[in-house]
């Protein structure tokens, strides 16, 4: 059974720095991996997705990377704003059609000005 | 708006009564999941539709859950004699075949 890791559970940084969250997965037979944003209350915003045979995706402050074989994932976000602030979910697609997302527990994320 | 939209936004409910969650997806989108996010977790899968067939219903916990999509568009769950451990966010999303899911603002249930 696919599992889906978060490290952190929870972050909290002064605005301007760079900060890595890490999302860890049991199987490496994904067919995509996608990282969101949940602000409270809210539904998922989707940030970025990565297919498996890619290994980045950037969108503007946003970098997330994908290691396959190592079953790891990366979100990096530089110069962090206290906008930012919400929690980060990560979430794998196993197979090719179209099957439903399992997901980490996400990553709490503040940003304190 | 073209995106997802769940109602009601918020529902409490008494333990043991039924309720039903309406979802709107996007026009056009054939695939349509649901979720339940439990307080501090990750979103749950439930069960998956194409158009109105229901092709995956693993993830629903017990059998007082039911979701139904009769034309292929709007989906209800229901749950039924409601208990205390129904209480989560109720997430539906919708999308075209093998892409990208897009998610509604969810459905915050509360069973007293």
């Known amino acids: 059974k696919q599992e889906v890791t978060q490290i952190p559970a929870a972050l909290s940084v002064p605005e301007g720095e760079n900060l890595v969250l890490n999302c860890s997965f049991t199987?490496?037979?994904?067919?995509?991996l996608q990282w969101f944003r949940q602000d409270p209350g809210k539904g998922l915003t989707s940030l970025l997705l990565?297919?498996?045979?890619?290994r980045e995706q950037t969108s503007g402050r946003l970098n997330a990377s994908l290691d396959k074989s190592s079953g790891r994932s990366t979100l990096y976000i530089a110069a962090s704003q206290p906008g930012d602030s919400a929690t980060y979910l990560c979430a794998v697609r196993l197979g090719s059609g179209n099957t439903p997302l399992v997901f980490g527990k996400g990553t709490r994320l503040s940003v304190i000005a | 708006g073209a995106g997802v939209s769940q109602s009601p936004r918020y529902k409490v409910a008494k333990r043991g009564q039924d309720v039903a969650l309406r979802c709107d997806p996007i026009s056009g989108h054939v695939s349509l999941f649901w979720y339940q996010q439990a307080l501090g977790q990750g979103p749950e899968f439930l069960t998956y539709f194409q158009n109105e067939a229901q092709l995956d219903k693993s993830g629903l916990p017990s059998d007082r859950f039911f979701a139904e999509r009769p034309e292929g568009s709007v989906s209800t769950l229901k749950i039924q004699r409601t208990q205390q451990e129904d209480s989560a966010v109720y997430l539906c999303?919708?999308?075209?075949?093998?892409?990208?899911?897009?998610f509604g603002p969810g459905t915050r249930l509360t069973v007293t």
């Open positions: 199987d490496s037979a994904i067919y995509n």
């Open positions: 999303a919708s999308s075209l075949a093998n892409v990208e899911q897009y």
């Open positions: 990565i297919q498996s045979s890619q």
